[in-house]
């Protein structure tokens, strides 16, 4: 069972345009959502996060949207760079297993000049 | 600094060996785990080290032996692997706030391990 899930493998952004990642989820249990960057033959970096009593969290470039009524969290990117193109991975958590970050497969951003 | 560093970064071990990935971090996190990655997959909890203590075993074979010696030192040793074994191994930290709950986990690069 696919607690959280991406459903596009792959997203495709002109540099300088908005890069828009999703990511639903299916425990209402979760209450605090991550998302990381990886790129090939590197572990994940942390980029940005969210608790549950938010709807928007804002870094820089980054902001992450969530959506609990439907549960749905999306990640931003503006302007999109080059440097952007990894694979992005939405992760949460609930707390009662607070030590467990399941992960969804996945999104390969690529951002073409 | 959020660091978290791995050796060796590459390993080719046959099915006989035995061999130890290394972990290490100086961001006096308490809490330190192992994944396995495949490709294309994402990443695959193994274990948990809560105040150096196994907190979590995600029911993996007992060919992978996970030790924590201190607060900043994390290993996994290794023997008689599978070739399906290979993947990249990603070792990974986070503060534990007071309750004992733990949020944004950092990853060190991993080791790319080849079993064959």
């Known amino acids: 069972d696919q607690q959280v899930k991406q459903n596009s493998p792959s997203l495709s952004v002109q540099e300088g345009r908005i890069s828009i990642l999703n990511c639903d989820y299916t425990?209402?249990?979760?209450?605090?959502f991550l998302w990381y960057k990886k790129y090939p033959a590197e572990g994940p970096t942390f980029l940005i996060s969210?608790?549950?009593?938010?709807d928007k969290n804002e870094d820089g470039r980054f902001t992450v949207f969530l959506n609990k009524s439907a549960k749905h969290l999306s990640l931003h990117i503006v302007p999109s760079q080059p440097g952007d193109s990894a694979v992005y991975f939405c992760?949460?958590?609930?707390?009662?297993?607070?030590?467990?970050?399941?992960f969804g497969t996945g999104t390969r951003l690529q951002v073409f000049p | 600094d959020t660091e978290v560093t791995q050796t060796p970064k590459h390993l080719v071990m046959g099915m006989t060996n035995k061999k130890s990935l290394k972990c290490e971090q100086h961001?006096?996190?308490?809490?330190m785990y192992w994944y396995k990655q495949k490709a294309k997959k994402p990443p695959e909890l193994m274990f948990v080290y809560s105040y150096e203590k196994l907190s979590i075993n995600e029911s993996v074979p007992s060919r992978f032996s996970p030790e924590c010696p201190n607060s900043s030192l994390l290993n996994l040793h290794l023997h008689a692997l599978q070739p399906e074994d290979s993947a990249l191994y990603l070792c990974?930290?986070?503060?534990?706030?007071?309750?004992?709950?733990?949020?944004?986990?950092?990853f060190g690069p991993g080791t790319r391990l080849t079993v064959t």
């Open positions: 990974a930290s986070s503060h534990l706030t007071l309750s004992g709950r733990s949020y944004e986990q950092y």
């Open positions: 961001m006096g996190h308490r809490a």
């Open positions: 969210i608790s549950s009593i938010k």
């Open positions: 992760a949460a958590s609930d707390n009662y297993n607070t030590d467990k970050l399941i």
């Open positions: 425990n209402s249990m979760f209450d605090y």
